[in-house]
């Protein structure tokens, strides 16, 4: 008869600890992996975990079908998912480093972004100047010449490469035009008074939180949220959707009774315009 405790071990081994491999190789932590897998470094987001988290939630029949929020961003692929997805360490930690740098210089430091790009230029350049010249000078004493003539002339950006992003860029540009379009001509009332919603808690948010401050905070969340979210998405898929429920629980009778006042007025309307007004208030984009 097998051990309870080893029996609960194993199981916890199994299904909650992820297997590693073996300690990576200076060819993985330099080169990161191959782009044959890049397309697919951002859609593991663990559909299977999302539908066992909706289907508890969606078993009783009052419940309504609550999708959870993908924390991740799901639009960045390739070596910018490598970069954010921490796939190639070396570069990541580098980004990291100098981003908060950067970043910690124009908040604590009281730096303009002006004066923080030009120290980094004038140390990047003045380094260059340094050992190329003395690698030159040096040549004699340390063998051949290390620093090489840089290929000038050559076609860095192509046709074919900026193709591929063009069709991505062309529909994510007049998908933006119709939502402007939508919100300015009030083709979905709801829609427009959300953004005007939105955009007062950002003046709100503006006022509290300056935009160096607003920027670091973007940049903390690109490096650590997906990451984190990649590993725990079924708790944090699971824990989204518990608070948009009971946010639906709560939110559900005052929506009933508002809509319940807004009829009782426009009754009291003329009858003119009480089909405008129920337009006004029913009006969804289709």
Not at 51 to 60: A, F, K, P
Not at 121 to 137: C, T
Not at 210 to 236: A, D, M, Q, R
Request: include cysteine; charged fraction near 15%; hydrophobic fraction near 40%.
């Amino acid at each position: 008869m097998a051990d309870p405790e080893s029996e609960s071990s194993s199981y916890n081994h199994s299904t909650k600890q992820p297997t590693h491999s073996s300690s990576p190789s200076v060819d993985d932590l330099l080169g990161g992996h191959s782009p044959s897998t890049d397309d697919a470094l951002t859609k593991r987001v663990s559909a299977k975990a999302s539908s066992d988290v909706l289907g508890e939630y969606s078993n009783t029949s009052s419940a309504p079908k609550i999708t959870p929020i993908p924390l991740a961003p799901s639009f960045i692929s390739g070596r910018a998912a490598q970069l954010i997805y921490w796939r190639n360490l070396f570069v990541s930690t580098v980004v990291f480093i100098v981003g908060n740098i950067f970043f910690l210089a124009i908040t604590v430091g009281k730096k303009s972004v002006i004066s923080v790009l030009s120290y980094a230029f004038m140390i990047q350049l003045a380094l260059s100047f340094v050992y190329v010249n003395f690698s030159k000078l040096f040549v004699g004493f340390l063998g051949p010449d290390f620093v090489g003539t840089p290929t000038l002339g050559k076609p860095y950006v192509t046709k074919e490469s900026l193709s591929k992003y063009l069709e991505t860029s062309s529909q994510l540009i007049n998908k933006s035009i119709d939502q402007v379009k939508i919100a300015l001509f009030c083709v979905d009332n709801m829609f427009t008074l959300k953004l005007l919603a939105f955009f007062y808690f950002l003046s709100l948010v503006g006022r509290l939180i300056s935009t160096s401050t607003l920027g670091y905070l973007v940049f903390l969340y690109t490096f650590t949220v997906p990451v984190i979210y990649e590993h725990f998405n079924k708790e944090i898929d699971e824990f989204v959707v518990f608070i948009k429920t009971r946010i639906h629980e709560v939110a559900k009778p005052l929506r009933q009774k508002v809509q319940q006042h807004l009829k009782e007025l426009i009754d009291r309307c003329p009858p003119r315009i009480r089909p405008h007004l129920q337009h006004a208030l029913n009006a969804k984009v289709e």
